[in-house]
């Protein structure tokens, strides 16, 4: 049993991320206490399906032997060893060296960081030193989506688009600016792709005239499929559309990738299935299954060449202690190896499942809209299909599908406005992927019956 002592010790002192700190310090913790596969069990002994993967991050599953045997060894071996001074190690190198094998196009120079939001902070930098080696400055304003989410760093917080990360912290800056989402199930244009992906466009080329002209616009961000906005999956040819159009008005095209990278959506990069090869992309997460922090920039030829002419002989001054770390280069390693031997091809099937298993749930009267690729997926509720209208909010029931959801034994993402989210681990089973969506249906009929819901 979880001693109240901990729960005391937490809401004393250690502070919680994204959390009203009052109404934690009421609620008081859970505490995870061990995992296995994709089963996460909490201090009391009660066992849950980790729908979520921790924070759509933990893809391998928990309990991964190999994982933890590299780990182990590398830090036996060598600890740490700093990238500064021309120094390396071999796991790092190694790594890089598989990863630009894998990556679209000639994504072949990796930048390795502690975890996506500094991946998107280095982005922002290598942008901005970019034009400046081509000797346009000016180009400095940066352009992201609505509901779009690019992490918590201070530019990354003015980059996302979620009124928590800018209320009180004095972002967004005045060079980032946002368009509308394509968000297919709410867009005022409605849900044909040929019409979500002409507004987009009219909205960029719109943003860019608004805002003086390509020369004065550096990059367009976008993620595949927008996670924490509530998985919304723009149409089949967006990401291609917007990528040409990037391309054609000579403004950088960055790729977040945090979450729907290694294996998430099936391949090991999302972008590959929308055909277009970006010129950064920024990954974190399942990179290394979040086992140990790690992320990494993936630059192509255009931009390395250039920011390196541009610098000459002088350093590119941008580095963090722990860059390109080798314990979690070590299991970077470990978790490819996991992805090549069987894991990306189990999550695939397990994604169909997942998908076909959520759309079954679409006769449920709260059921508005499902939606996601491979293990990546989201249902959005309504009190009414034919009016899309959203849960009340001011009876906060994504809170309380989230607590259903922890008593029937499965976590969730449970969204403010009535998004429930999946990402579970790759390596779930047949079962446990039956097992989620039952677990759905009876969290889905008790909130039918909330009357606040009704
Ligand atoms: N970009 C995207 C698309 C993300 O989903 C996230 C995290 N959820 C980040 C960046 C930030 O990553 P981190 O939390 O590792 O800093």
Redesign the pocket.
Known sequence: MLSNSLVELDRRHLIHPVASWRGHEAAGVRVLTSGQGATVRDASGKELIDGFAG??CVNAGYGQESVVEAAMKQMRELPYATGYFGLGSEPAIRLAARLADHAPGDLNHIYFTL??????DSTVRFVRYFWHARGLPQKDQFVTLEY??????TA?AGLTAIPAFHAGFGVPYDWQHKIPSPYPYRNPVGENPADIIAQSKAQLLAKVEELGGPERVAAFYA?PIQ??GGVIVPPKGWMKAMRDLCAELDILFVV?????AFGRTGPLFACSEDDIVPDMI?T??GLTSAYV?M?AVFMSEKVYQTIADGAGKAAVGHGYTYSAHPVSAAVGLAVLDLYEGGLLENGRRMGERLQAGLHSLKDHPLVGDVRGRGMLAAIELTTDKAKKTPLPAASVPSTRIFDRAWDAGLVIRAFAWGVIGYAPPLCCTEAEIDAIIERTRNVLDLTLEDPDVR
């Not at 975890?115 to 998107?120: N, W, Y």
């Open positions: 924070l759509w975890g996506g939001s500094d991946a998107v779009g989410y690019h992490g918590s760093s990354g993620e996670g924490s977040d990738e945090v979450i729907t920024t974190a997460k922090p992320g």
